[in-house]
């Protein structure tokens, strides 16, 4: 089985810019997370959804990040404008149920110049 | 609250020794626990959970946890470490009724040949 597929694998972007990082769940998962990990501050939870809707958000740094999932196999994270500070890796994951692991993607490297 | 710590940063062991990597968690209901290993620019990777029944959980590539309620530990283990074992494994956490997981800020093992 495919696991989760993330796209940009590197990002190389200069500060202003917008980015989206895509994220393609294991299908039949109905919980998808977003994640940045950085030496700093470690794992962060960004974003929780649950069969497509948006949970908990309280992770999102700023204003200047969104995300969004238009449907069970597709989710996006935006940044817009993008600073330095936001350079990390960001993960997805996904899940099938309370009481079963997530499965995380390869992750995004993020470098904004 | 939910917490996680890895009290040991970096693990040194020889090819061939046993492997024991620390976790203790703290959280106010029962927990669900997990481990996961991360090799360089991949994501986390599930090895095992313990949800409930038998302290002692099996998972893959051989390792093993051991779930201990009065000590609130959760200490990750293989009889025989390789050199292929060597990664940044991380301890992680959730409340039964909870989605969200806590991580420890992770241990580098280093295996020797």
């Known amino acids: 089985d495919a696991g989760v597929i993330q796209s940009p694998r590197h990002e190389v972007t200069e500060m202003g810019q917008e980015v989206t990082l895509r994220c393609k769940p294991i299908?039949?998962?109905?919980?998808l997370f977003w994640y940045r990990q950085t030496m700093m501050r470690g794992l962060e939870l960004l974003i929780y959804?649950?069969?497509?809707?948006?949970?908990?958000d309280s992770g999102m740094p700023e204003d200047r990040f969104s995300a969004k999932m238009p449907n069970a196999s597709f989710s996006t994270l935006k940044i817009q404008p993008s600073e330095p500070r936001d350079s990390a890796v960001y993960f997805c994951?996904?899940?099938?149920?309370?009481?079963?692991?997530?499965?995380f993607g390869d992750g995004t490297r993020l470098s904004i110049l | 609250a939910q917490s996680v710590a890895q009290p040991e940063d970096q693990v040194n062991v020889a090819e061939g020794n046993p492997l024991t990597v620390k976790c203790t968690y703290s959280?106010?209901?029962?927990?669900?626990l997990f481990w996961y290993v991360q090799y360089p620019n991949r994501g986390l990777q599930f090895l095992l959970k313990?949800?409930?029944?038998?302290?002692l959980v099996k998972g893959s590539y051989g390792f093993e946890a051991e779930f201990n309620k009065s000590q609130t530990s959760f200490h990750l283990k293989k009889p025989s470490a390789l050199v292929s074992d060597s990664a940044l494994y991380f301890c992680?956490?959730?409340?039964?009724?909870?989605?969200?997981?806590?991580f420890g800020a992770g241990t580098t093992v280093t295996v020797r040949a």
């Open positions: 959280v106010s209901g029962n927990p669900y």
């Open positions: 959804f649950n069969n497509n809707v948006p949970i908990d």
């Open positions: 313990y949800i409930t029944g038998d302290n």
């Open positions: 299908s039949g998962h109905n919980s």
């Open positions: 992680a956490v959730r409340e039964i009724n909870d989605y969200k997981l806590s």
């Open positions: 994951a996904s899940s099938s149920g309370s009481n079963q692991p997530q499965h």
